[in-house]
T-cell receptor, first 115, second 110 residues
Framework: ETGVTQSPTHLIKTRGQQVTLRCSSQSGHNTVSWYQQALGQGPQFIFQYYREEENGRGNFPPRFSGLQFPNYSSELNVNALELDDSALYLC??????????????FGNGTRLTVT | TQLLEQSPQFLSIQEGENLTVYCNSSSVFSSLQWYRQEPGEGPVLLVTVVTGGEVKKLKRLTFQFGDARKDSSLHITAAQTGDTGLYLCAGAQSNYQLIWGAGTKLIIKP
């Protein structure tokens, strides 16, 4: 089975620019979650997509938006980049169900640096 | 505000020693997951504990969920260099969201 893949692996952007990060979910998984992990911290939940609809969102501003496609792959878009957006962005897929019984399978992340 | 506190934040010990790391909260979780993350990689699930007081073993790793489902511990026996990594706990509170701790960075020296 194919695991979760993310692209690009590294990215450098300038403050004010926009960025799109991509994620292919693991085969058979219909739910994708996005996380932001700052250096030395645990992951912070951004949002989750299930069957192309956002079905949960963490404490992130509207300039963080996403999409899920019919093949369950997903994009994370961030507009008007700020220096504090520099972080590792992790995508995780799961086979559906609740957080209680649906363990996450993570990709290796995209390291975003905003200068 | 971190709802899940992990301690210690950093631990460096010699190969062969035993260690315990902790994950504490004032909140109740329906389940709690432990992950290990290595540099340049995403977290990998180790175990999920569900029932208060539950103990699960994974080779030399022993995971326990507190009776009140507010805390958990991970004990490693005879640590090996391959155990090095960031250990993260994550609690399930709502249907879709996990609450994460900041992790314990573990270094096992040969």
């Amino acid at each position: 089975e194919t695991g979760v893949t993310q692209s690009p692996t590294h990215l450098i952007k300038t403050r004010g620019q926009q960025v799109t990060l991509r994620c292919s979910s693991q085969s058979g998984h219909n739910t994708v979650s996005w996380y932001q992990q700052a250096l030395g911290q645990g992951p912070q939940f951004i949002f989750q997509y299930y069957r192309e609809e956002e079905n949960g969102r963490g404490n992130f501003p509207p300039r963080f938006s996403g999409l899920q496609f019919p093949n369950y792959s997903s994009e994370l878009n961030v507009n008007a980049l700020e220096l504090d957006d520099s972080a590792l962005y992790l995508c995780a897929s799961s086979p559906g169900g609740t957080a209680h019984n649906s363990p996450l399978h993570f990709g290796n992340g995209t390291r975003l640096t905003v200068t | 505000t971190q709802l899940l506190e992990q301690s210690p934040q950093f631990l460096s010990i010699q190969e062969g020693e035993n260690l315990t790391v902790y994950c504490n909260s004032s909140s109740v979780f329906s389940s709690l997951q432990w992950y290990r993350q290595e540099p340049g990689e995403g977290p990998v699930l180790l175990v999920t504990v569900v029932t208060g007081g539950e103990v699960k073993k994974l080779k030399r790793l022993t995971f326990q969920f507190g009776d009140a489902r507010k805390d958990s511990s991970l004990h490693i026996t005879a640590a090996q260099t391959g155990d090095t990594g960031l250990y993260l706990c994550a609690g399930a509170q709502s249907n879709y969201q996990l609450i994460w701790g900041a992790g314990t960075k573990l270094i096992i020296k040969p």
